[in-house]
Antibody
Framework: EVQLVESGGGLVQPGGSLRLSCAAS????????MNWVRQAPGKGPVWVSR????????TYADSVRGRFTISRDNAKNTLYLQMNSLRAEDTAVYYCARWPDHVGGAEYFQHWGQGTLVTVSS | DIVMTQSPDSLAVSLGERATINCKSSQSVLYSSNNKNYLAWYQQKPGQPPKLLIN???TRESVVPDRFVGSGSGTEFTLTISSLQAEDVALYYCQQYYGTPYTFGQGTKLEIK
């Protein structure tokens, strides 16, 4: 069974930093692209970033490019999101999510973690 | 970016009746080379992550009841719940995966009348 467990969320001041982690199990993590998707309170989901299986191909949403960095450690089966220069509008539940297949094309989110809440406030 | 617009924002339907949710994309999500629509539907209940219901606009996930039906092509799509059950009360989102940034609709809140 695919399991994705996020951690690292919390309360941070504007301008601060936070690193999120997503521990993956139940599948061969090193073969799959991975994504971060966030959802602000009362709003719809918003895709944040994706990374390919070996970390060589990365894409960001415009709203986070230059401030957030996605990475992965395949030896630890863990996905990361380093968030710098945080703003109030970054307040959201952050989910890691996986496509159904290890190749592109079917780029919908079949598997989701339970999410970790990031609150940016002074 | 492809903008996804859902209608209505909220919907109240009697148990056993049909619920229809619409989703419109600002540009076509039909990929001509394979004739597939890059459109998914999700259901989200409070405190839970979104749950994938339908992909390729009309392919139901294996665990999803057959009362959930996706249809449409190009820029206009519909999610129909043929006979509303109490457990269908939720938020519903469409999402395009034609290209990055992947984008979601604003959501439709489905309630019991």
């Amino acid at each position: 069974e695919v399991q994705l467990v996020e951690s690292g969320g919390g309360l941070v001041q504007p301008g601060g930093s936070l690193r999120l982690s997503c521990a993956a199990s139940g599948f061969t993590f090193s073969r799959y692209w991975m994504n971060w998707v966030r959802q602000a309170p009362g709003k719809g989901p918003v895709w944040v970033s994706r990374i390919n299986s070996d970390g060589s191909d990365i894409t960001y949403a415009d709203s986070v490019r230059g401030r957030f960095t996605i990475s992965r450690d395949n030896a630890k089966n863990t996905l990361y999101l380093q968030m710098n220069s945080l703003r109030a509008e970054d307040t959201a539940v952050y989910y890691c999510a996986r496509w159904p297949d290890h190749v592109g094309g079917a780029e919908y989110f079949q598997h989701w973690g339970q999410g970790t809440l990031v609150t940016v406030s002074s | 970016d492809i903008v996804m617009t859902q209608s209505p924002d909220s919907l109240a339907v009697s148990l056993g009746e049909r619920a229809t949710i619409n989703c419109k994309s600002s540009q076509s999500v039909l990929y001509s080379s394979n004739n597939k629509n890059y459109l998914a539907w999700y259901q989200q209940k409070p405190g839970q992550p979104p749950k994938l219901l339908i992909n390729w606009a009309s392919t139901r996930e294996s665990v999803v009841p057959d009362r959930f039906v996706g249809s449409g092509s190009g820029t206009e799509f519909t999610l129909t719940i043929s006979s509303l059950q109490a457990e269908d009360v939720a938020l519903y989102y469409c999402q395009q995966y034609y290209g990055t940034p992947y984008t979601f609709g604003q959501g439709t809140k489905l309630e019991i009348k």
